[in-house]
């Protein structure tokens, strides 16, 4: 379950998101005897650090089991009702393992294997004709 957090007063002023979602964002309260910016108990909270939506809580990830991807080795561990999650690598590296996994079929999260693979490609050879890397 995600909290929304919005904006104080946002219900009374059309100018602040009444019947307008786009207007309806979160601003940090300032003010002298904010009620909310004071965290006064029976106001509705203000955005802050541990409200973060966990990755392996999202959509179709729910019936499957979550794999940490950082290397070629751990893309090898992936099983039958597993799915990739690639963690903190580079894109030399991001771009080999998506190209292995296209060959394997492998559902990596997050990431448009084909697309990524081709896009990485013509970048490549883009660099190559114009001389080396920027």
Same mark, same amino acid.
């Given at each position: 379950?995600?909290?929304?957090?919005?904006?104080?007063?946002?219900?009374?002023?059309?100018?602040?998101?009444? =019947?307008?979602?786009? @207007?309806?964002?979160? $601003?940090?309260? /300032?003010?002298?005897?904010? %009620?909310?910016? +004071?965290?006064?108990?029976?106001?509705?909270?203000?955005?802050?650090?541990?409200?973060?939506?966990?990755?392996?809580?999202?959509?179709?990830?729910?019936?499957?089991?979550?794999?940490?991807?950082?290397?070629?080795?751990?893309?090898?561990?992936?099983?039958?009702?597993?799915? =990739?999650?690639?963690? @903190?690598?580079?894109? $030399?590296?991001? /771009?080999?393992?998506?190209? %292995?996994?296209? +060959?394997?079929?492998?559902?990596?999260?997050?990431?448009?294997?084909?697309?990524?693979?081709?896009?990485?490609?013509?970048?490549?050879?883009?660099?190559?004709?114009?001389?080396?890397?920027?």
């Amino acid at each position: 379950m995600t909290i929304k957090f919005f904006r104080r007063n946002w219900n009374r002023f059309s100018r602040l998101g009444m =019947g307008r979602k786009k @207007k309806q964002k979160w $601003r940090n309260p /300032t003010g002298r005897h904010n %009620k909310i910016r +004071e965290k006064i108990r029976g106001h509705p909270s203000p955005v802050s650090i541990g409200y973060r939506q966990d990755k392996s809580s999202r959509g179709k990830i729910l019936e499957k089991k979550v794999v940490r991807i950082y290397n070629m080795k751990d893309l090898g561990k992936i099983g039958k009702n597993e799915i =990739g999650l690639l963690g @903190k690598i580079g894109k $030399r590296k991001k /771009t080999e393992i998506a190209k %292995k996994a296209v +060959e394997m079929k492998i559902h990596i999260h997050g990431v448009n294997l084909n697309k990524f693979a081709k896009d990485m490609e013509r970048k490549r050879k883009h660099e190559t004709k114009s001389g080396g890397s920027k």
